[in-house]
């Protein structure tokens, strides 16, 4: 079928309209300043708004990244007039796009594919376009008018690793250390989640990632398991007690605590003494989810036997900061529990247990060496996510204790390792070491930060980015799902 030609005259026309259409439906979504909300972590439901962006690239006419002209032998892409090297964010199987990110251009835009668009891997084997994935490496070709990709080959030299879970970013140092390996973050590294471009702030220590990049350098970082948040309501009996979200998180139930949890769904236990519970929940990514536990129907008078064998013999044990001989059969209340095993000259362990049946048999073995840990028997762990913000140093506190102190965003609730602190500003007792700060606020989206805090004399400081209001991107939202539909139907025009 012959493909219908727009003029260029036509052809602004159409993105004037889009550019209209677009201030139009996002009228309600203004920021402070009154200007127009943008947000360019669309997803690819709204990438359509990709393409109305580019005019400012200051590439092409059309907003294409200016690649290098194309004049392929082959004979399958004599009508690919371009090039670019670039890094897929979002693949729409449904819809026949792509939503890639130009490493030429530092710019996103949106191509579309058929059946005859060749798709090759890193051997140059065949794939389909399902087989592509966030933060791979690729180089297109395209036809600029038409928005069509013509081919799309993987990065021969392109490394891939896949659920990261033992990482520590060094954000100031452009590093990124993984597992034992550490690697160099190449200048415009790009964070995705889910299709949307991120920052490095957003990754929390609780995320799963994949990195890809070359050799020694990494180009990409994407989070594939990310991280909400719970709030237990009608929690005031448990208070002192443990919640459980599977097998790997134990939290004390604290005072209006705000726990940060990666996305997916759990079993998730909560009990004090005798008092225990279960509830199904659903963690969704950056999102709160309120768990009610106040109609939890308690089990008081069940308890489980646990024998004890200690090694070596003579070692103490403590189980909830309580002192207990082991000599014989300890008797424990259906629920978690805290237990410290430690000896002179050996390794403290510290675990959590939970009672759940009539007898059980528990086998702890201690290790020779100086005890690395802490009062609280926690253990250092090398696994850091540093966060961007930059410390500013301060004169002591008059009254001798040193103090982190958070300047913004104001009025946000400040929580440190899930307790609550106050609302910002506000401040909090200095403790080196490793520390989850999350803000909220009604209305707003929940962020939450890694802070690896020193040790020295003084007093520090830190101000975080203002939160983003949850009704503003909502409306953002709608306005680019709106223009993406309009953008599409162009495309269609101008394909058939």
């Given at each position: 079928?012959?493909?219908?030609?727009?003029?260029?005259?036509?052809y602004?026309?159409?993105?004037?309209?889009?550019?209209?259409?677009?201030?139009?439906?996002?009228?309600?979504?203004?920021?402070?300043?009154?200007?127009?909300?943008?947000?360019?972590?669309?997803?690819?439901?709204?990438?359509?708004?990709?393409?109305?962006?580019?005019?400012?690239?200051?590439?092409?006419?059309?907003?294409?990244?200016?690649?290098?002209?194309?004049?392929?032998?082959?004979g399958?892409?004599?009508?690919a007039?371009?090039?670019?090297?670039?890094?897929?964010?979002?693949?729409?199987?449904?819809?026949?796009?792509?939503l890639?990110?130009?490493?030429?251009?530092?710019?996103?835009?949106?191509?579309?594919?058929?059946?005859?668009?060749?798709?090759?891997?890193?051997?140059g084997?065949?794939?389909?376009?399902?087989?592509?994935?966030?933060?791979?490496?690729?180089?297109?070709?395209?036809?600029?008018?038409?928005?069509?990709?013509?081919?799309?080959?993987?990065?021969?030299?392109?490394?891939?690793?896949?659920?990261?879970?033992?990482?520590?970013?060094?954000?100031?140092?452009?590093?990124?250390?993984?597992?034992?390996?550490?690697?160099?973050?190449?200048?415009?590294?790009?964070?995705?989640?889910?299709?949307?471009?991120m920052?490095?702030?957003?990754?929390?220590?609780?995320?799963?990632?994949?990195?890809?990049?070359?050799?020694?350098?990494?180009?990409?970082?994407?989070?594939?398991?990310?991280?909400?948040?719970?709030?237990?309501?009608?929690?005031?009996?448990?208070?002192?007690?443990?919640?459980e979200?599977?097998q790997?998180?134990?939290?004390?139930v604290?005072?209006?605590?705000?726990?940060?949890?990666?996305?997916?769904?759990?079993?998730?236990?909560?009990?004090?003494?005798?008092?225990?519970?279960?509830?199904?929940i659903?963690?969704?990514?950056?999102?709160?989810?309120?768990?009610?536990?106040?109609?939890?129907?308690?089990?008081?008078?069940?308890?489980?036997?646990?024998?004890?064998?200690?090694?070596?013999?003579?070692?103490?044990l403590?189980?909830?900061?309580?002192?207990?001989?082991?000599?014989?059969?300890?008797?424990?209340?259906?629920?978690?529990?805290?237990?410290?095993?430690?000896?002179?000259?050996?390794?403290?362990?510290?675990?959590?247990?939970?009672?759940?049946?009539?007898?059980a048999?528990?086998?702890?073995?201690?290790?020779?060496?100086?005890?690395?840990?802490?009062?609280?028997?926690?253990?250092?762990?090398?696994?850091?996510s540093?966060?961007?913000?930059?410390?500013?140093?301060?004169?002591?506190?008059s009254?001798?204790?040193?103090?982190?102190?958070?300047?913004?965003?104001?009025?946000?609730?400040?929580?440190?390792?899930?307790?609550?602190?106050?609302?910002?500003?506000?401040?909090?007792?200095?403790?080196?070491?490793?520390?989850?700060?999350?803000?909220?606020?009604?209305?707003?989206?929940?962020?939450?930060?890694?802070?690896?805090?020193?040790?020295?004399?003084?007093d520090?400081?830190?101000?975080?980015?203002?939160?983003?209001?949850?009704?503003?991107?909502?409306?953002?939202?709608?306005?680019?799902?709106?223009?993406?539909?309009?953008?599409?139907?162009?495309?269609?025009?101008?394909?058939?």
């Amino acid at each position: 079928m012959k493909k219908n030609k727009f003029t260029h005259f036509e052809y602004c026309n159409i993105v004037l309209l889009c550019l209209f259409l677009a201030m139009f439906l996002s009228g309600c979504g203004k920021n402070a300043s009154g200007g127009v909300q943008t947000d360019p972590n669309e997803d690819v439901a709204g990438a359509g708004a990709a393409i109305g962006d580019m005019s400012d690239m200051g590439a092409t006419d059309d907003g294409f990244p200016a690649g290098d002209e194309f004049a392929a032998a082959d004979g399958s892409f004599a009508k690919a007039d371009s090039l670019d090297r670039a890094i897929i964010r979002q693949v729409d199987e449904a819809g026949g796009r792509l939503l890639l990110y130009s490493r030429q251009a530092k710019k996103s835009y949106l191509l579309t594919y058929d059946s005859a668009t060749s798709i090759k891997g890193q051997r140059g084997e065949e794939l389909v376009a399902g087989q592509l994935q966030s933060g791979d490496m690729v180089t297109t070709a395209f036809v600029k008018d038409t928005h069509q990709a013509k081919g799309i080959w993987m990065d021969e030299d392109m490394t891939r690793t896949n659920d990261i879970t033992r990482f520590a970013l060094h954000v100031m140092a452009g590093t990124v250390e993984i597992g034992d390996q550490a690697y160099s973050l190449s200048k415009d590294c790009l964070v995705l989640s889910r299709g949307k471009q991120m920052e490095f702030s957003d990754i929390n220590e609780s995320d799963t990632l994949s990195a890809i990049g070359t050799d020694k350098e990494i180009n990409a970082l994407v989070i594939t398991r990310g991280h909400g948040y719970v709030r237990l309501i009608g929690a005031d009996a448990f208070e002192g007690g443990f919640v459980e979200f599977g097998q790997d998180l134990i939290r004390e139930v604290g005072k209006d605590a705000l726990y940060v949890v990666p996305e997916g769904s759990y079993q998730m236990l909560i009990s004090k003494g005798h008092d225990s519970g279960m509830k199904e929940i659903t963690v969704i990514p950056d999102e709160e989810t309120q768990v009610d536990v106040s109609d939890i129907i308690t089990d008081a008078d069940r308890t489980g036997q646990i024998v004890f064998t200690i090694t070596p013999a003579g070692a103490m044990l403590k189980i909830d900061d309580e002192e207990k001989s082991y000599s014989d059969v300890v008797e424990l209340s259906y629920g978690i529990h805290k237990v410290v095993v430690s000896m002179e000259g050996y390794q403290t362990v510290t675990q959590y247990i939970k009672v759940g049946e009539p007898m059980a048999n528990l086998s702890i073995d201690l290790e020779k060496g100086k005890d690395g840990s802490d009062e609280d028997g926690n253990t250092s762990d090398s696994s850091v996510s540093e966060n961007t913000a930059a410390p500013s140093v301060a004169t002591a506190s008059s009254d001798g204790e040193y103090r982190v102190y958070i300047d913004g965003p104001a009025q946000a609730e400040l929580y440190v390792d899930d307790v609550y602190i106050g609302v910002v500003p506000t401040s909090f007792a200095k403790k080196s070491g490793k520390h989850i700060i999350s803000l909220r606020r009604d209305g707003y989206v929940n962020r939450s930060y890694t802070l690896e805090i020193d040790d020295g004399k003084n007093d520090n400081h830190y101000s975080f980015s203002s939160l983003k209001s949850s009704s503003a991107t909502s409306d953002a939202d709608l306005a680019q799902s709106a223009l993406s539909t309009l953008l599409g139907n162009t495309l269609s025009g101008l394909t058939e």
